[in-house]
């Protein structure tokens, strides 16, 4: 039942403030805020890192853990795509933990890893959201996704219901490993249990996405920017546009630019920076005014103002000021309204994008 929208994927968009919050609620205790996990496997204090490995979408979110994990539990953190991780002669220290993200709990490519990976003595721990498929029932802990079903074939409360699990694992993570105290963590529990007003802020007006959907559904290819922990939702947005709507798209660390891509900049193409005014503000600006100096289309996703981008700007969708922490959640939202305007727009199968399916189980 898609209620009164038009497409799965808008419903499922919309439900992430309830989403997001009902994740959080299943671990985090409401009367002192603390992060409240069931029973690990192992012991965050006495592991050397983790590894960490899914495919799509999951794989976003895995990335973004990693900045999480370094940042708030100085625990090395490795990302890999599972259909690499499975091939590669990765080192696998026994005793080591593994965490897989999964929505579907049944793509081929994460299953078959997590097997490689219990095969060389690691513990097994899996964020998904079927609970009652094969990525969880061979796991030694599952960390479930309160996203229920998502219909939609492109990933969207499934994504940010993984990155709320995953900060609260780092949260947990840097507690264990005396990283951060109980007056960090509540701060940072309080940074996400904001999340779902922000997003739901965002979603009360669509109008700025269909005027932005109208100048990409122009385009032939697009370029997403973005730093730091913003780099991997660049690389999402980028996903999520070429899925449903079927233009070129690539995301990009806003620091390389200028070695390589920078070439494909000229007046037919659309740069969208995500640039939260945090630490790296103003060098992400000035990757935007070498993109405008080449003549780009440039749109920026922010809290900060026009006057701050130093130029030009094409469009500016603005984002409330969040704690940086929780910007990868709160930016989620508009890179999946950019992505599902420009394709409503265009008249494409949102909910059922031609040759994708929603579950990979063969490889
Ligand atoms: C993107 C998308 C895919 C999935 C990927 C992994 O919108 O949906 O990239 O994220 O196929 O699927 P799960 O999470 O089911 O393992």
Not at 72 to 88: C, G, M, N, T
Request: hydrophobic content about 45%; proline content about 5%.
């Amino acid at each position: 039942d898609k209620g009164n929208h038009r497409h799965f994927m808008a419903k499922e968009i919309h439900e992430q403030p309830e989403v997001v919050g009902h994740t959080l609620a299943s671990l985090v205790r409401f009367d002192t805020d603390e992060i409240e996990l069931p029973e690990l496997p192992f012991d965050f204090a006495e592991i050397p890192r983790l590894t960490i490995s899914a495919c799509g979408t999951a794989y976003y979110a895995g990335l973004v853990a990693k900045y999480w994990f370094e940042r708030w539990a100085r625990l090395p953190v490795e990302v890999d795509i599972a259909s690499e991780l499975r091939y590669r002669d990765a080192v696998l220290d026994e005793g080591g933990v593994s965490l897989f993200i999964s929505q579907s709990g049944e793509t081929a490519d994460t299953l078959a890893t997590l097997r490689h990976c219990r095969e060389h003595g690691q513990k097994i721990i899996s964020v998904v959201n079927v609970t009652e498929s094969s990525i969880a029932r061979e796991s030694d802990l599952v960390l479930p996704t309160l996203a229920g079903p998502e219909i939609g074939v492109a990933s969207t409360k499934a994504f940010t219901a993984q990155l709320t699990v995953l900060a609260c694992l780092a949260i947990a993570a840097g507690k264990a490993r005396g990283v951060i105290d109980e007056a960090r963590e509540k701060e940072l529990v309080g940074a996400l249990n904001e999340v779902p007003r922000h997003m739901a802020t965002l979603l009360r007006d669509e109008v700025p996405y269909e005027e932005i959907g109208h100048a990409l559904s122009k385009a032939d290819d697009v370029l997403y920017l973005g730093r730091g922990q913003n780099f991997p939702l660049a690389m999402e947005g980028a996903l999520k546009l070429k899925e449903i709507s079927y233009i070129h798209a690539e995301g990009y660390a806003a620091g390389e630019l200028k070695h390589g891509p920078i070439a494909l900049i000229d007046e037919k193409m659309p740069v969208i920076v995500i640039a939260p005014r945090d630490g790296l503000f103003d060098k992400t600006v000035s990757n935007m005014q070498e993109v405008a100096a080449r003549g780009g289309q440039i749109i920026l996703i922010s809290d900060a103002e026009s006057g701050e981008a130093g130029c030009a700007l094409d469009g500016l969708l603005h984002v409330p000021p969040v704690d940086p922490f929780v910007a990868p959640l709160v930016y989620a939202i508009p890179i999946q309204l950019i992505a599902y305007h420009t394709a409503t727009l265009m008249g494409t199968d949102v909910d059922q994008p031609r040759n994708l399916a929603k579950s990979v189980t063969v490889e």
